[in-house]
């Protein structure tokens, strides 16, 4: 840990019109407990997020709503400033990239390095992805689509300004190499070392306002924009008071962590220290790159309809679980997998029975056989002594772990602890002595090892879960936590402990119960999925017979059909050319939509529509009647 004391932790900047799911829950909440913890640690810490919003997304996004693009994001920035709250973050600083002052750091920013010959402008042929907004060279494309998202791009040939990146290119490798911290973990550091073993090429920066308005114009060119991740990326120096409030910024940089997801590895760890390097500012401590939340093994996305939200989650579990499950289940860099049994169970086990047990365990012998009040004892027997030992052991353990961001580890430790007092409770077996005569000092040396040891436990799962935890402690009397060591010295300290009762901190969750609701839920959510019986009157589907069969050149999938309906023809280009030979189809009746919009298939006019049933793999089979029926018949 460093000398100084202080502590500056950041988030990425969230795109503003994204939906908050798991993946921004996380990041945000790892941010806020490894900054609780250094604050209990007596660091001056000082925690940044907010949201990202400019860009051609944002851009898209509010004119399709019909709003003014910064009203819009006002709108949805909220939207995430409310989940935050709902996830006791306690940051410190909301910044949004379309604050003024950030607006004046980025224009300053860009000035400085135009005037230091850092940005220069230059004539740009490119393939652009609108989507990811970067552009790509000829051969940094697969099969002629972008790399990132395997979208169309367009080919663009413009001028535009262009960030020397390329000039700092050896600096950034040698900074890499003799801070060995500095991209944490190793492994991705070994990632962006790869990465700049190909020659880096220089950044454009610029978007022309032509194509894109919404962004920080250009201080030296009106009919430009910036590039919305040079924009984004300065946050960081905004947050922290560059250029507006340098007492603040000399105490505050450089961040100690820059908190990212490993989809952002390029952007944060070689582009930003890059661009602070050319600004002759300090590059950050750490920037750490942790994995990804995998839903039931597989890629979290919004076609797969397995976007998990945070706030669902938060309503039937409880804000606390929800974090403690976070930050337990995912080991920092790695990819974790996300599925509501495993939360339950972890909950179940760790906390309702482990913890929550035990704190209710403590709770009714002292009010059973000390009237609430425990005493500290004038002496300790071996097995007592031992337990407390282990319990103090903790402040030794637990700072290495921190400062490797071993946070599982800090939890699995803290729960050890838990679990030991409940195996104490088990050998010396208050409730027994309970049954004996004059045996209370004894039942308060124990009643008083337990809860000294948990209370020593929990202020390493308060940074966790401080809504619970501070109930815990509550219940023994103790109004607030500030430093570990003010915390440990304090409950040494106590002469007498007064509990008050308390209810179960963490009840069992019934999985029935739980997967049952769900079930009756998912019948609500395919409710509203029902359509009227006016949207279905809108099909016309006909009985057509098939009078006319061929293959379409260059096509082995389509066919033209030609299918009487009633006393008309009509054409019909369908896919089936892979499951029905042109021959065998003559004289099939078959059933068709009528009253679609015609539309060219391969050159083709096609007049509406005829309806098949696919099996997953393989198999297709047109739709047929039953019984011989005209063509031209309705179908109700
Ligand atoms: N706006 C940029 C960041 C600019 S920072 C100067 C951006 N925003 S984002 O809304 O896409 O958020 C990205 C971050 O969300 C990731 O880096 C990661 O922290 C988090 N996650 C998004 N999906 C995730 C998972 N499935 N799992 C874990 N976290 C992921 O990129």
Request: proline share 4%.
């Amino acid at each position: 840990m460093n000398s100084e004391k202080k502590f500056y932790i950041t988030t990425p900047l969230y795109y503003v019109n994204d939906k908050p799911h798991i993946g921004h829950a996380y990041t945000t909440i790892l941010a806020d407990v490894i900054n609780r913890f250094f604050k209990l640690f007596g660091y001056k810490t000082y925690f940044l997020t907010g949201t990202d919003e400019h860009g051609q997304k944002v851009q898209q996004a509010s004119a399709k709503s019909n709003k003014d693009p910064k009203k819009y994001c006002d709108e949805l920035s909220v939207v995430f400033k409310n989940l935050w709250e709902k996830l006791n973050i306690e940051y410190d600083y909301f910044i949004r990239t379309t604050d003024d002052d950030h607006v004046k750091v980025v224009q300053n920013s860009l000035m400085k390095l135009y005037e230091n010959g850092d940005i220069y402008p230059a004539d740009y042929d490119g393939w652009y992805c609108i989507p990811c907004e970067r552009f790509w060279t000829e051969k940094d494309l697969i099969d002629g689509k972008c790399p990132d998202c395997n979208r169309e791009v367009q080919k663009i040939s413009e001028k535009n300004y262009f960030f020397k990146m390329s000039k700092y290119q050896n600096w950034l490798i040698d900074h890499i190499k003799n801070t060995p911290d500095f991209v944490v973990p190793e492994f991705r550091k070994n990632e962006v070392l790869g990465f700049l073993r190909q020659p880096l090429n220089d950044l454009c920066i610029s978007r022309p306002k032509s194509r894109l308005s919404w962004g920080i114009p250009l201080p030296f060119d009106e009919n430009y924009v910036c590039y919305v991740w040079f924009d984004a990326l300065l946050n960081y120096i905004t947050g922290a008071g560059y250029l507006f409030n340098n007492e603040k910024f000399n105490l505050t940089w450089p961040a100690d962590y820059h908190l990212i997801g490993k989809d952002i590895l390029t952007t944060h760890a070689v582009y930003w220290p890059i661009m602070l390097k050319a600004l002759d500012v300090e590059p950050p401590r750490h920037i750490l790159a942790h994995g990804w939340w995998l839903i039931d093994n597989d890629k979290m996305s919004k076609s797969k309809g397995n976007v998990v939200k945070p706030l669902e989650l938060i309503d039937k579990y409880g804000v606390d679980a929800f974090r403690y499950f976070l930050m337990r289940e995912m080991s920092l860099g790695h990819d974790a997998n996300f599925s509501e049994e495993s939360m339950i169970d972890r909950i179940n086990s760790d906390l309702a029975n482990d913890l929550g047990n035990l704190l209710n365990r403590i709770n009714k012998m002292v009010f059973n056989y000390l009237d609430g009040l425990i005493k500290k004892p004038a002496s300790l027997e071996e097995i007592d002594k031992n337990l407390l030992s282990f319990s103090l052991n903790l402040l030794n353990k637990i700072p290495n772990l921190l400062e490797e961001l071993k946070l599982n580890i800090i939890i699995e430790e803290s729960l050890t602890v838990v679990r030991s007092i409940n195996k104490y409770l088990e050998q010396t077996a208050p409730w027994k002595l309970a049954k004996e005569k004059n045996q209370t000092e004894r039942i308060n040396q124990i009643l008083y090892t337990a809860s000294v040891s948990i209370l020593k436990s929990a202020v390493f799962l308060y940074p966790i879960m401080p809504e619970k935890i501070k109930i815990l402690l509550n219940s023994f009397g103790i109004s607030n936590i500030n430093s570990v060591k003010d915390s440990f010295t304090f409950i040494d300290n106590l002469e007498k402990i007064n509990l008050s009762k308390i209810d179960a901190l963490f009840p069992r969750i019934d999985k029935k119960e739980i997967f049952y609701e769900n079930k009756q839920e998912k019948v609500q959510e395919e409710d509203d999925n029902l359509i009227s019986i006016e949207d279905v009157a809108k099909l016309d589907l006909k009985v057509a017979k098939i009078i006319k069969a061929e293959k379409i050149k260059k096509s082995d999938k389509l066919l033209k059909l030609q299918v009487e309906v009633g006393n008309k023809t009509k054409q019909i280009v369908a896919g089936i050319g892979k499951y029905y030979n042109p021959d065998e189809l003559i004289g099939k009746t078959i059933v068709i939509v009528n009253n679609l919009k015609p539309a060219k298939l391969m050159g083709e006019i096609s007049e509406g529509m005829l309806l098949a049933a696919k099996e997953k793999k393989g198999n297709l089979s047109l739709l047929t009647v039953d019984k011989n029926v005209k063509s031209g018949s309705k179908i109700s």
